[in-house]
C-alpha cells in the first residue's frame, strides 16, 4: 500500500527556473490539494482538483499552476520561482468531500 | 488575515499532565474542525474532528472541546506521553473544500 507519495524529497533550484512537483496517490481518491508550510503561517491551500480535470484555486494560488489529466497524479508547477516561495510543500488527497485528508512527507524546495 | 488563530506558539507539560491548545475564528460559515498531529519530517494526519453542531467530542486521551458562540474551540491532551511530543494543527473548513489552518502549536512532554 503505497498510499501518498510526493517528489522530489528535496529540491535546490534558482530564480526564474520552472520546477514541477509531484504527487501520486494509489487510493483512486477523488479529491487532492496542494499546501505550502511556512513557519508562523502553518499550512496554506494553494490549489485543489475535486476530480480529474477539475481544478480550484485555494487561499495563495499566485505563481503556481495545476494539472489533473488523471485521477492518480497531481502535479504542482511554479512556473518562474521566486524566493518567496521557498517553502515545504505538501500533497494531500481524500476519498471525497468530507472524508480525512492523507498527507504525504512534504517536498522541501529551496530557491536561491 | 489569518482565518483561524492558534495559541500557545510552543507549550512543555510534564508527562502525565493535560496538553491544551487553543484555536479561534470568525467565520461563522465554517462548518467542520479537525486537529492535526505533525512529527518532524512528516506530512500532518488527521487526529480528531467536530462539527459546529457539538460541543465536545473525545477520542481516546484526546478531546475537542467547541464553543460556537465564543468561535472557539481547544484540543485537549489527557496524560501526556513524551510519545505526544508533535506539532498539532487546527483547521476549519467550508463544505470540506477550502481548508485553514493555524500557524501550529510544538508541544513537547517532558518525561
Known amino acids: 500500500d503505497a498510499g501518498i507519495t510526493q517528489s522530489p524529497r528535496y529540491k535546490i533550484t534558482e530564480t526564474g527556473r520552472q520546477v514541477t512537483l509531484m504527487c501520486h496517490q494509489t487510493?483512486?481518491?477523488?479529491?487532492m490539494f496542494w499546501y505550502r508550510q511556512d513557519l508562523g503561517h502553518g499550512l496554506r491551500l494553494i490549489y485543489y482538483?475535486?476530480?480529474?480535470?477539475?481544478?480550484d484555486k485555494g487561499e495563495v494560488p499566485d505563481g503556481y499552476v495545476v494539472s489533473r489529466s488523471k485521477t492518480e497524479n497531481f502535479p504542482l508547477t511554479l512556473e518562474s520561482a521566486t524566493r518567496s516561495q521557498t517553502s515545504v510543500y505538501f500533497c494531500?488527497?481524500?476519498?471525497?468531500?468530507?472524508?480525512?485528508?492523507?498527507f504525504g512527507d512534504g517536498t522541501r524546495l529551496s530557491i536561491l | 488575515q489569518q482565518q483561524v488563530k492558534q495559541s500557545p506558539q510552543s507549550l512543555i507539560v510534564q508527562k502525565g499532565g493535560i496538553s491544551i491548545i487553543n484555536c479561534a475564528y470568525e467565520?461563522?460559515?465554517?462548518?467542520?474542525f479537525p486537529w492535526y498531529q505533525q512529527f518532524p519530517g512528516k506530512g500532518p494526519a488527521l487526529l480528531i474532528a467536530?462539527?459546529?453542531?457539538?460541543s465536545e467530542k473525545k477520542e481516546g486521551r484526546f478531546t475537542i472541546s467547541f464553543n460556537k458562540s465564543a468561535k472557539q474551540f481547544s484540543l485537549h491532551i489527557m496524560d501526556s506521553q513524551p510519545g505526544d511530543s508533535a506539532t498539532y494543527f487546527c483547521?476549519?473548513?467550508?463544505?470540506?473544500?477550502?481548508?485553514?489552518f493555524g500557524s501550529g502549536t510544538k508541544l513537547n512532554v517532558k518525561p
Open positions: 467565520n461563522t460559515a465554517f462548518d467542520y
Open positions: 482538483s475535486a476530480a480529474a480535470d477539475i481544478t
Open positions: 487510493w483512486s481518491h477523488s479529491y
Open positions: 467536530i462539527r459546529p453542531d457539538v
Open positions: 483547521a476549519a473548513s467550508i463544505n470540506f473544500n477550502k481548508f485553514y
Open positions: 494531500a488527497s481524500s476519498r471525497d468531500r468530507g472524508q480525512p485528508q492523507h
